[in-house]
Nanobody
């Protein structure tokens, strides 16, 4: 599977961005999808995940209530709506495909990664 993330950019604190990830392949709907991020000098960290049906989601505490993950299995896409952005949200954001259909926050449980899209939040 190939994953292509887009939608990053520069936004002021308090603003919003919507990231999108397009997946190739016919089995997109069989797998959970997730978003991770990596800031300069820091390890990659979990942001959000959504189960194969879209019926279950899970978020990092740092983004809960501000970010919303969603998916469209008919279009093979997963999105991350980011509201009330903070400077500490600045990072490269990656979408990833899970090894199973169930939610997980562990990077090792994802087997395909997109190329990343930069999100910069200015104060």
């Amino acid at each position: 599977v190939q994953l292509q993330a887009s939608g990053g950019g520069l936004v002021q604190a308090g603003g919003s961005l919507r990231l999108s990830c397009a997946a190739s392949g016919r089995t997109f709907s069989d797998y959970a999808m997730g978003w991770f991020r990596q800031a300069p000098g820091k390890e990659r960290e979990f942001v959000a995940t959504i189960s194969w049906t879209g019926g279950s989601t899970y978020y990092a505490d740092s983004v809960k209530g501000r970010f919303t993950i969603s998916r469209d299995n008919a279009k093979n896409t997963v999105a991350l709506q980011m509201n009330s952005l903070k400077p500490e949200d600045t990072a490269v954001y990656y979408c990833a495909r899970g090894r199973t259909g169930w939610n997980t926050a562990r990077p090792a449980n994802f087997d395909s990664w997109g190329q990343g899209t930069q999100v910069t939040v200015s104060s």
